[in-house]
């Protein structure tokens, strides 16, 4: 798959907080003493299961989650409190088979490639999840050195895996790709639930990080 179009916004979170909210199974991963939180708006497209013809409705769509980092027998990954996304056949096959709060959502998306600017709204569809909406206007400025180990934005965006629990067994999920291309980002208008739906109130401005975006392989899910 491409994950494309990406931006990656974060906010310091209480280590209480956050800890109240992740399942006990999973040590919270912290940086500079604080959980994070993300809300990360981006676009699926060009996917497809390995030897087999694309699927109608998942070649190409949007999607946003909210995210922290949690660590599990020494592996960093991350877990995801909602994965919002327009294409309903991700939506069910995510939370029956991957165990991920997978969320339908509407979304009016428009990118201004000449301006690199992006007008990214969605509101969610009625369903089994909290509702929802994030209206989040950016625009991708200068472009950044690789992140190194140690760096907050390595911290923050250089994630190899996702946890999640299914029938109470906790699970890993590795992905690959090549580092994230950063660029700094302009946020321009930000109006969101999501994070709140979370049980999160975020304070203050956010880290902005963007990027046009990565190939990835994503491997089935294993014991973690």
């Not at 996917?47 to 999607?63: K, Q, S």
């Not at 909290?130 to 991708?140: C, D, K, N, Q, S």
Request: hydrophobic content about 45%; proline content about 9%; charged content about 25%.
């Amino acid at each position: 798959m491409c994950w494309a179009d990406l931006l990656f916004l974060h906010w310091r979170v209480d280590p209480g907080v956050m800890r109240a909210l992740v399942p006990p199974e999973f040590e919270l991963d912290l940086f500079d003493g604080s959980a994070w939180v993300g809300l990360v708006p981006f676009r699926m497209q060009d996917t497809r299961f390995r030897g087999v013809p694309p699927l109608p409705g998942l070649g190409a769509f949007e999607e946003c989650n909210v995210r922290t980092y949690v660590r599990r027998g020494g592996q960093a990954g991350v877990w995801f409190f909602s994965l919002d996304a327009a294409s309903r056949l991700s939506v069910l096959g995510g939370r029956w088979f991957w165990g991920l709060n997978y969320v339908h959502s509407r979304f009016d998306v428009k990118r201004n490639a000449g301006s690199g600017e992006c007008d990214y709204a969605l509101e969610r569809l009625r369903g089994p999840w909290p509702p929802g909406r994030t209206r989040i206007v950016w625009r991708a400025g200068e472009a950044l050195p690789p992140s190194g180990p140690g760096s907050l934005e390595h911290f923050l965006v250089e994630r190899y895996a996702l946890f999640t629990l299914r029938r109470g067994r906790a699970l890993v999920g590795r992905v690959r790709h090549d580092p994230w291309p950063l660029h700094r980002a302009d946020l321009i208008e930000l109006d969101d639930t999501l994070v709140r739906a979370a049980g999160i109130d975020p304070i203050g401005e956010p880290v902005a990080l963007a990027t046009p975006g990565v190939r990835v392989l994503a491997e089935p899910l294993s014991p973690a």
